[in-house]
């Protein structure tokens, strides 16, 4: 770096959205409260923010937006040069973590879990399902869900990643961020 380089930028926080409605309104709340936040934003994630009428997601502002747009997912290469301090991928669907799990990195949000682990980013996965029943919020009110027992199974596998936290509810992926962001979040 010479004299006239800017200092580099600290690292950011990278979010990958998957195309979960579980939590969804809350988690983009959260979002909202963060910066500065990268979102990798799955083709499903877009759908199910239209569908529960967040289509903006009230992003903070400085926010980089990246949309699963292209085959290779060249925005992923921003993992390689330390622009990233954690990721956080949720809500995460039983297949997107399913393909982590699997080590499939077709999407934007699967790639850039796999990126992340390759290049030691802690990760924070929101799982959805992760109780033989629950609850959760659809476009137009409560539903019941019953998780098959390979979702319940994959939660657990990817329990078992290293430097990866599963969380279960919106408290616990508060205070799992908190714990990475050395700081307690402030309500908007």
Not at 118 to 135: G, L, N, Q, W
């Amino acid at each position: 770096m010479n004299e006239m380089s800017p200092p580099p930028a600290p690292p950011r926080l990278a979010w990958a959205l998957t195309g979960s409605g579980h939590y969804i309104k809350e988690t983009l709340d959260l979002m909202a409260r963060l910066a500065p936040l990268d979102v990798f934003l799955s083709k499903a994630a877009e759908e199910v923010m239209r569908m529960y009428r967040r289509r903006d997601g009230n992003f903070p502002p400085g926010t980089r937006l990246f949309r699963d747009r292209a085959a290779s997912a060249p925005q992923i290469g921003r993992f390689y040069f330390g622009e990233y301090h954690t990721l956080v991928v949720g809500p995460a669907t039983s297949n997107t973590v399913a393909k982590c799990v699997q080590g499939i990195s077709d999407t934007l949000p699967t790639n850039a879990f796999a990126q992340a682990g390759k290049c030691r980013v802690p990760c924070i996965v929101f799982a959805c399902d992760t109780a033989p029943e629950m609850m959760t919020e659809a476009p137009h009110g409560m539903v019941p869900v019953y998780p098959r027992r390979i979702d319940l199974e994959n939660v657990e596998r990817l329990r078992g990643f290293e430097a990866t936290s599963v969380v279960e509810t919106v408290p616990e992926l508060e205070a799992a961020l908190m714990l990475r962001l050395g700081k307690r979040l402030v309500n908007v």
